[in-house]
C-alpha cells in the first residue's frame, strides 16, 4: 500500500532532487507543487513568488513503506537535507513560500513528525530552536510541468546551497 509525504524546505528543485538522489532505489514518485496557503487560491509559480498565497513551495512524496524507506525515516531525511532552524528562507531564497513545513495527512503522521522533530532538536540543534511548521496537509497543486524534475531536465540549473546532509 502507497502512503503520502508531504514536505516545504525551500526552494522545491532542490528539495525533489535530494529527495530523489537518497532514495533512488526505493521507488519513489515525486511532484513539487503548491499547499499551505490560503483556500480561495488557486496558485501558480509567479503567484506563489510574490509571498502573499501562503503558500509554501513544497515536495509531495509516494511511496511504499519497507525497512529502507519509512514515514519517520523520510522525516528524519528532511531534516539532514536542510536547515529547520531559519525561519522563512533557506539560503539565499526568502520568504513564506520557502519556509520549512511538515504537512501531515493522518494523525499518526502528525505524532511521528512531532517525535521526530523532538529527537532531532535534543541531537542535532541545541540550543537552535527548530522553526519548522507541523501542519495537516490541505489541498495539493501540482506547480507546473516545466518545475517536474527541473534539475533532471536542467543538470546545471540551481541549486540551493542549503540542501545538503548535514549528518
Known amino acids: 500500500m502507497t502512503e503520502v509525504a508531504t514536505f516545504a524546505a525551500g526552494c522545491f528543485w532542490g528539495v525533489e532532487k535530494a529527495f530523489q538522489r537518497f532514495f533512488k532505489n526505493e521507488n519513489i514518485k515525486t511532484s513539487v507543487g503548491y499547499t499551505g496557503g490560503k483556500p480561495d487560491n488557486t496558485p501558480d509559480y509567479k503567484t506563489v513568488c510574490t509571498g502573499n498565497t501562503g503558500h509554501a513551495e513544497a515536495l509531495q512524496i509516494t511511496y511504499t513503506p ?10 528524519e531525511f528532511f531534516y539532514r537535507m536542510h536547515d529547520p532552524t531559519t525561519l522563512n528562507y ?10 520549512s513545513a511538515i504537512f501531515y495527512h493522518s494523525p499518526e503522521q502528525e505524532q511521528i513528525a512531532k517525535t521526530v522533530t523532538a529527537e532531532v532538536q535534543e541531537k542535532h540543534y541545541k540550543g537552535q530552536p527548530i522553526v519548522t511548521e507541523i501542519v495537516a496537509a490541505g489541498e495539493w497543486f501540482d506547480a507546473e510541468d516545466y518545475h517536474q ?4 531536465k536542467n543538470p546545471d540549473g540551481y541549486e540551493c546551497p542549503s540542501h545538503f546532509l548535514r549528518w
Do not use: A
Not at 66 to 75: D, G, M, Q, W
Not at 90 to 99: E, H, L, N, S, V
Open 66 to 75: 519497507n525497512e529502507k524507506i519509512s514515514y519517520p525515516i523520510l522525516v
Open 149 to 152: 524534475k527541473y534539475l533532471d
Open 90 to 99: 533557506q539560503g539565499p531564497d526568502i520568504g513564506t513560500q520557502y519556509r
